[in-house]
Each structure stands twice: as structure tokens, then as C-alpha cells.
């Protein structure tokens, strides 16, 4: 995901100023990027206050008039008028496996080709290690990997492809019990489903909880070949994405 910044222009004078109409910066929470508003206290003052523009998440655009003296502290007495406009990227998709079998050796290769910021969980250091580096991708070594659920964001699309329904039960029940995502999905049979069902049951989930995650993953198209189970996945989670 790129940076956010924040781009200021000027849009008004009155007296003497530093600089003319439609001159540009653009600032970063780290100071100056490109561009100049004039220099000296007014670009400071600008660009102090576009730090606190790009830690305010409710400003996307906002105009100002300084005075030059007396806001600012120069010794001319001019006004200069700005408009800040805040840009803030659009976060990337984020998926999160648990998991680095066989299937999940072919969903990463196909995730890791969208724009989207996976992570792959797994007890397993040797699995994980078979999965190729990159830059959008997060490898996670969890001896207990329901514990690992404090690391992922509420906004993630979560897909439980572990060794065995011992495994998943524990994530499902932390997932379900103390965390609320928009794609929660196991894979499995639908005999291991009503296994699972039974066992969240006994420890206390309501059946809203229980009949909110998704069992058996994926679409219902392909073979059990390991790379079209894993495209039937993909697809399932763009269309849940896109819904």
C-alpha cells in the first residue's frame, strides 16, 4: 500500500506573499515530498498542519486563509488562502490462510498474483518455508495458531485449511467468539462440518455464530485436484469480495 499525503495548494492572495496562486506541495507525515508553497514559516506551518490533517481519518479536504503576520509569524502582513487535500490509499485486500499444505501451495501462487495482502499461518516451519517469498505476503509461525488471530485486522478474509478439524475448531471458536470477519470459510466435507458444528456447540458459540462461517470452502465447480480446489477458493472469495 502506497504513502498518504496531502496536497497544498494556493488559491488566494492579498498583499505580499512568498509565492503565487497555483503553487503546489505535497506532504507526508515525514515533512516536505515535492513541490514548494514558498519556503520558510509558511511552508512549515503548512506542512505542520498536513501531519495533523493525515492523522485526523474524518478530513479528506479543507481550505484556509492566514494571515501572514499574525497566524503565521512573518513580517509581512499579506493572506494567503490554501486548499489541503488529503490522499489516502485504498488499503489492500487482505486474506489470511491458515494452513500451508498442498492446497495452500496453490492458492498462494494464485493469490499472490491479485492485489492483496495475504498471510499464511501454520505450526509447520517447513511448509511455510515452501511458500516463495514476496513482497505481499506474511509468513506467520504460530505453535498455536488460534493465537495468531491477534495479528489479522477485522477487515480480512479468512480461509482454515489446517491439518484437520482439531486444529480448525480451536481458530473457528476464538474467530467466531471474540472477532467478526466478512469471509470466514473451512475446508472440509460437509460430514466434518456438522463434526465442527457439534463440538463449537458444546463450547458455548449461539447458532447465529455457528451457521456464519462457510463449510465446505469454494465453489461448487472443479475436481479435487490440489490447483482447482484452489481456484474454486479464489473464486469463491472474489465473489464474496464483490458481492
Known amino acids: 500500500m502506497g504513502k498518504s499525503f496531502v496536497t497544498v495548494s494556493i ?143 477485522d477487515n480480512s478474509y479468512v480461509a482454515l485449511m489446517t491439518m484437520g478439524h482439531a486444529y480448525d475448531v480451536p481458530i473457528l471458536h476464538k474467530a467466531l467468539n471474540e472477532r467478526s470477519f466478512p469471509y470466514l470459510a473451512v475446508i472440509g466435507s460437509q460430514s466434518k462440518r456438522n463434526r465442527m458444528e457439534a463440538e463449537l456447540k458444546e463450547l458455548g458459540l449461539n447458532e447465529d455464530k455457528i451457521n456464519s462461517f462457510i463449510c465446505p470452502i469454494g465453489e461448487k465447480i472443479g475436481s479435487n485436484h490440489p490447483g482447482e480446489i484452489a481456484i474454486s477458493i479464489a473464486a469463491q472469495l472474489l465473489r464474496h469480495r464483490d458481492k
Not at 509569524?73 to 490522499?87: I, K, L
Open 11 to 153: 488559491t488566494g492572495l492579498r498583499g505580499s506573499a512568498p509565492q503565487d496562486i497555483g503553487a503546489k506541495m505535497i506532504a507526508t507525515s515525514d515533512g516536505l515530498d515535492f513541490g514548494t508553497v514558498g519556503g520558510g514559516k509558511v511552508e512549515a506551518h503548512c506542512i505542520n498542519y498536513s501531519k495533523k490533517l493525515l492523522a485526523d481519518d474524518k478530513v479528506s479536504a479543507i481550505s484556509h486563509t492566514w494571515n501572514l503576520q499574525k497566524d503565521i509569524g512573518m513580517t509581512c502582513g499579506g493572506e494567503v488562502s490554501f486548499f489541503f487535500e488529503v490522499m489516502r490509499p485504498k488499503p489492500l485486500w487482505s486474506i489470511v490462510v491458515f494452513g500451508a499444505g498442498h492446497i495452500s501451495q496453490e492458492l498462494t501462487q494464485l493469490l499472490l498474483r491479485l492485489d492483496c495482502d495475504l498471510t499464511v499461518i501454520d505450526n509447520r516451519i517447513e511448509w511455510l518455508d515452501k511458500i516463495k517469498d514476496n513482497k505481499n505476503l506474511t509468513k506467520i509461525h504460530a505453535k498455536e495458531m488460534s493465537e495468531a488471530l491477534v495479528n489479522i485486522s
